[in-house]
């Protein structure tokens, strides 16, 4: 069984940095690309970002709100995947989930989503 | 960047009937298009993918269809776990992949 579990959140002030965990299981973790989606009321579904899988491992893209201020990174070794965001600001809060698709060189659809995690960025 | 548009934003339909959800882009997708349910507190689970390819394990009472820019979400006969909110999303043209706002299924 394909499991994705999410760590890190939690209440951090603006301007300041956090970093998020995505823990797999269930498959070949260095095979897939992973995305991680957010979502608030207000805005419903965004992405965030996307890192790929092997044999073009590393590779990333970014959506325009968090592009230099988010870096997504993996450790194969480890099944882990991270979300490290820098200068975070209010607009950054969210229920962030990280998500695998069928592919390695590019998240498509979402099959997999973990339980996702709570960021709330507040003075 | 490629914009989804889902309506109606809130759909009232009684148990046992048709509900027909409606995803539309802004530009050509082909059928690189996805939908999700999302219930209460839970992540969003992938319903179909390919515009009218059913997820594992998805009864087959969902169903989509559509190319290009229009697209549906058909669920024949509602059953009380469908009353949900569903949101389409493409993944032709990216980055970024993008989401329609979702609508709302709700028991009339």
């Known amino acids: 069984e394909v499991r994705l579990v999410e760590s890190g959140g939690g209440l951090i002030q603006p301007g300041r940095s956090l970093r998020l965990s995505c823990t797999a299981s269930g498959f070949d973790f260095g095979d897939f690309a992973l995305s991680w989606v957010r979502q608030t009321p207000e805005k419903g579904l965004e992405w965030v970002g996307f890192i790929s899988g092997n044999p073009s491992a590393g590779r990333t893209e970014y959506a325009a709100s968090v592009r230099g201020r988010f870096t997504i990174s993996r450790d194969d070794s480890k099944s882990v995947a991270y979300l490290q965001m820098n200068s975070l600001k209010t607009e950054d809060t969210a229920v962030y989930y990280c998500t695998r698709g069928p592919y390695y060189d590019s998240t498509g659809y979402c099959v997999h989503w973990g339980q996702g995690t709570l960021v709330s960025v507040s003075s | 960047e490629i914009v989804m548009t889902q309506s109606p934003a809130t759909l009232s339909v009684s148990p046992g009937e048709r509900a027909t959800l409606s995803c539309r882009a802004s530009q050509t997708i082909y059928t690189n298009l996805a939908w999700y349910q999302q219930k209460p507190g839970q992540a969003p689970r992938l319903l179909i993918y390919?515009?009218?390819t059913r997820a594992t394990g998805v009864p087959a009472r969902f169903s989509g269809s559509g190319s290009g820019t229009e697209f549906t979400l058909t669920i024949s006969s509602l059953q009380s776990e469908d009353f949900a909110v569903y949101y389409c999303q493409q993944y032709e043209n990216w980055p970024p992949y993008t989401f329609g706002q979702g609508t709302k299924l709700e028991i009339k």
């Open positions: 390919g515009a009218s």
